[in-house]
């Protein structure tokens, strides 16, 4: 059972265009992160967001969480090719222990 | 200062070898996990230490895979015989605090990449 659901899962645009990642599940969260990943490389944290409704703003990269804690958007405004890479999500619970629960991720690819 | 660091980067070993993945976690980080990604699925934690003990082990596929911290520092994992469906990727983390916390940052290594072939 997939406790994250990212979508989409490809997402191919051109330089310029805005996108929306979205980060859906059933349970509720104590806090939820956005990781991005390039190839050969771990992923690397973007932001953590932990109150319902809260919105979060990093240069042209817009989080969200959703008010009851169970969803998390991630948006970009202008993309440039260098926002190319894997964006992943991951929610930690109250009930979870220590571990991340991560979606299956959004693989970006912005075209020159 | 040095990320967490893991060895090897890629391995590739015949079905029913062992093979033993290393991690240096960031210096003074006591918190300590193992991740697995394996081909299309999504990434799922396998175990948590805190300085050498292990404070949760539930993701562990089976009694195959074995783990250790010796001295709270590097960890290892083995993978004992390794089986086909063991082929992934393998991600350290570690972070100053538990990640169950709310502002705290786990901090990922490159991965190693197994083949069980």
């Known amino acids: 059972t997939q406790l994250l659901e990212q979508s989409p899962q490809f997402l191919s645009i051109q330089e310029g265009e805005n996108l929306t990642v979205y980060c859906n599940s059933s349970s509720v969260f104590s806090s939820l992160q956005w990781y991005r990943q390039e190839p050969g490389e771990g992923p690397v944290l973007l932001v953590t967001?932990?109150?319902?409704?809260e919105v979060k703003k990093l240069k042209r990269l817009t989080f969200q969480f959703g008010d009851a804690r169970k969803d998390s958007s991630l948006h970009i405004t202008a993309a440039q090719p260098g926002d190319t890479g894997l964006y992943l999500c991951a929610g930690a619970g109250w009930n979870t222990g220590n571990q991340f629960y991560f979606g299956t991720g959004t693989s970006l690819t912005v075209i020159p | 200062e040095a990320g967490v660091t893991q060895f090897p980067s890629h391995s590739v070993i015949e079905k029913g070898q062992t093979v033993t993945l290393r991690c240096d976690p960031i210096?003074?980080?006591?918190?300590l996990y193992w991740y697995r990604r394996v081909m299309g699925k999504e990434i799922k934690f396998l175990l948590h230490f805190v300085k050498e003990s292990k404070q949760d082990e539930s993701g562990m596929p089976n009694n195959r895979f074995l783990a250790e911290r010796t001295g709270g520092t590097y960890s290892t994992l083995k993978v004992q015989p390794a089986e086909l469906e063991d082929s992934g990727v393998y991600f350290c983390?570690?972070?100053?605090?538990?990640?169950?916390?709310?502002?705290?940052?786990?901090?990922f290594g490159q991965g190693t990449r197994l083949t069980v072939v």
């Open positions: 983390a570690s972070s100053q605090a538990r990640t169950g916390l709310a502002n705290t940052e786990a901090f």
């Open positions: 210096s003074g980080h006591d918190n």
């Open positions: 967001v932990v109150t319902g409704g």
